[in-house]
């Protein structure tokens, strides 16, 4: 059975709301306990999956809180996103590799910061300018915002147009008034294509319930002076539809791992 949106949506809302707060200790002992097996061997890149792997688990807890009504899990949820990127290679083509698994929490750090999601452009530039052949599947949304901040800003995409109403949206982003339903088209193209679970339509992946694609629209069109309205969609009637305007105070130079992703990232730099 197809599910409608709000009942989509709903039921995402649900699966957070039921869900029990995780044991932080607990699972954050685990995979200290892979970080230590892995400094032990000498294992540097795997000791940084570890600790980005361990970050997870606050991305988790966070939306779990948000979705509670608790707003001070954005706080959790940004601490992910700022160990993400701290865990990730600084150079090579394994860093344009994870322009994928990075986009997502790039935007919604460049959001907290104010900045105009040029990292978030480079990184989704890099990656499918070196690796043409890779599918454009679970990047849409960082090649939107990718293609919006250069379009609003009059500077060519190195990248290939997107297709549906992304694409539409995207060359419709500069235009004084946006066409109407469109916005509502994108909140039904991200919940049926960012890893809505067919068999039972209650599970998404990372940030997919986050209409961080609005935002990115939002800040691009707020640059020129125009207006950018709500959607009338039921993804935006819940509190993880509502990002922090701020940073949440979550400073990675005071997380007690902040001098081990330092030492590790020290260790793997290139020799020049």
């Known amino acids: 059975m197809t599910l409608t949106p709000d009942r989509r949506v709903d039921a995402q809302i649900k699966f957070y709301a039921t869900s029990d707060a995780p044991d932080l200790g607990k699972l954050e002992a685990s995979s200290r306990k892979l970080l230590a097996d892995n400094l032990v061997k000498n294992r540097l890149p795997q000791a940084l999956s570890a600790i980005a792997g361990a970050?997870?688990?606050?991305?988790?807890?966070?939306?779990v809180a948000v979705a509670q009504g608790d707003l001070t899990g954005w706080k959790s949820v940004e601490r992910y996103c700022r160990i993400r990127e701290a865990c990730s290679p600084r150079s090579g083509i394994k860093a344009a590799a994870l322009a994928q698994a990075l986009a997502s929490p790039l935007l919604f750090l460049e959001w907290l910061d104010g900045a105009a999601f040029n990292g978030t452009t480079t990184a989704v530039e890099l990656f499918f300018t070196e690796h043409p052949e890779e599918g454009q599947q679970g990047c849409e949304l960082a090649m939107f915002?990718?293609?919006?901040?250069?379009?609003?800003?009059?500077?060519?995409?190195?990248?290939?147009?997107?297709?549906?109403?992304l694409r539409e949206?995207?060359?419709?982003?500069a235009l004084p008034d946006l066409p109407s339903g469109l916005l509502e088209s994108v909140c039904e193209f991200q919940l049926s294509n960012f890893g809505?679970?067919?068999?039972?339509?209650?599970q998404f992946v990372l940030f997919s319930i986050l209409p961080l694609w609005w935002y990115a629209l939002a800040r691009a069109r707020s640059a020129k002076n125009l207006p950018t309205p709500r959607p009338d969609h039921a993804l935006f009637s819940t509190a993880l539809a509502e990002l922090p305007d701020k940073p949440?105070?979550?400073?990675?130079?005071?997380?007690?791992?902040?001098?081990?992703i330092s030492d590790l990232q020290r260790q793997l730099a290139p020799n020049d």
């Open 55 to 63: 970050a997870n688990h606050s991305r988790h807890a966070g939306l």
């Open 145 to 165: 915002a990718s293609w919006c901040h250069r379009r609003i800003q009059g500077v060519p995409s190195p990248l290939e147009p997107l297709s549906g109403p």
């Open 169 to 173: 949206l995207t060359l419709a982003s």
């Open 196 to 202: 809505l679970r067919e068999e039972d339509g209650t």
């Open 248 to 260: 949440t105070g979550y400073r990675l130079e005071d997380d007690e791992l902040f001098p081990v």
